[in-house]
């Protein structure tokens, strides 16, 4: 699976951004997919994640109620909205895929995109 981030750029403290994934695959629906983050000078952290159909999600308590995920299996994209932004959410944010179940680690995603720089400033 190629997997292809896009939407990062610089935001205002309080606005919001649409991240983007494409994926290339004939296979979308057999993926749960996942977003994570690498904020500046530290590990990559899980943000959220949703389950092949769309109907079943997990969020990292940072961004609960803030972010959504979602996915449009027609094509193949998944998606990350943000809104209320806040400085720390500054990163690089990666999509990931992995076959099977949600999970938060890291070390559980084996195909992932090239990550999109997203800034917030005050």
């Known amino acids: 699976v190629q997997l292809q981030a896009s939407g990062g750029g610089l935001v205002q403290t309080g606005g919001s951004l649409r991240l983007s994934c494409a994926a290339s695959t004939r296979t979308f629906t057999s993926y749960t997919m996942g977003w994570f983050r690498r904020p500046p000078g530290t590990e990559r952290e899980f943000v959220a994640a949703?389950?092949?159909?769309?109907?079943?999600?997990v969020y990292a308590d940072s961004v609960r109620g803030r972010f959504t995920i979602s996915r449009d299996n027609a094509k193949n994209t998944v998606y990350l909205q943000m809104s209320s932004l806040k400085s720390e959410d500054t990163a690089v944010y990666y999509c990931?895929?992995?076959?099977?179940?949600?999970?938060?680690?890291?070390?559980?995603?084996?195909?992932w995109g090239q990550g999109t720089l997203v800034t917030v400033s005050s």
């Open positions: 990931a895929a992995r076959e099977g179940g949600i999970r938060r680690s890291v070390d559980e995603y084996i195909w």
């Open positions: 949703l389950e092949w159909s769309g109907r079943r999600t």
